[in-house]
């Protein structure tokens, strides 16, 4: 019997798990899925030492940083490769490290076309519901020292005072200020 095929899309950046911790991932989905394909993103060959044998070995695919990621929090890539993945038909399953950001319009445009999609991470998220299932990653195959990204709670801060440069007073406007306020003719009258 043919076992589903599969496609990973890891942003490595996103979830820091080791290459041993990855190849373990991928062995335990094997029991249930043919893993054909995966691509990394956000891959940087020095920083990932661990992956580069991993990588030349099997043929896996790779993705530099993007810039854009910073302000999306997801690698816009990423969204792009899983919709040619959609296009293509010919894959079961769709495995997604990703980032943060609102993968919702990916998740369900690979759903519209029959394939299903799990989420890897350590913890669910707030997208959770919409994937067709859960795969949870042991925090035993994050790198030492690194745990599980959390929500930042977003600090308000005050804004800047607006100061208004100083600036001399002009001569003609400082004499037209004198004479409308009548200071001088009420003092010269008064007494």
């Not at 335990?28 to 054909?36: D, M, Q, S």
């Not at 816009?76 to 899983?82: G, H, K, L």
């Not at 319009?105 to 299932?133: F, Q, R």
């Not at 600036?167 to 007494?191: H, L, M, T, W």
Request: charge should be positive.
């Amino acid at each position: 019997m043919n076992k589903p095929k599969m496609i990973i899309l890891a942003d490595i950046g996103s979830l820091k798990v080791t290459c041993v911790g990855f190849q373990q991932i991928v062995k335990n989905l094997e029991a249930k899925f043919e893993v054909v394909s995966c691509k990394f993103y956000s891959y940087v060959a020095k920083r990932n030492r661990d992956y580069n044998e991993y990588i030349a070995a099997n043929g896996f695919e790779t993705s530099l940083p993007s810039a854009s990621r910073r302000r999306n929090k997801l690698d816009c890539r990423q969204v792009i490769d899983a919709a040619d993945i959609a296009a293509m038909g010919n894959i079961d399953a769709v495995g997604l490290i990703t980032g943060e950001g609102d993968i919702l319009p990916v998740i369900n445009l690979l759903k519209s076309k029959g394939i299903d999609v799990y989420d890897i991470n350590v913890d669910e998220n707030k997208y959770s519901y919409a994937y067709t299932g859960f795969i949870a990653v042991p925090t035993s195959a994050l790198r030492e020292g690194y745990t599980a990204p959390t929500t930042k709670a977003k600090v308000k801060r005050a804004p800047k005072p607006v100061v208004a440069p100083a600036r001399p007073e002009n001569q003609y406007v400082a004499d037209a200020k004198r004479v409308i306020s009548g200071n001088e003719i009420f003092n010269k009258y008064r007494r």
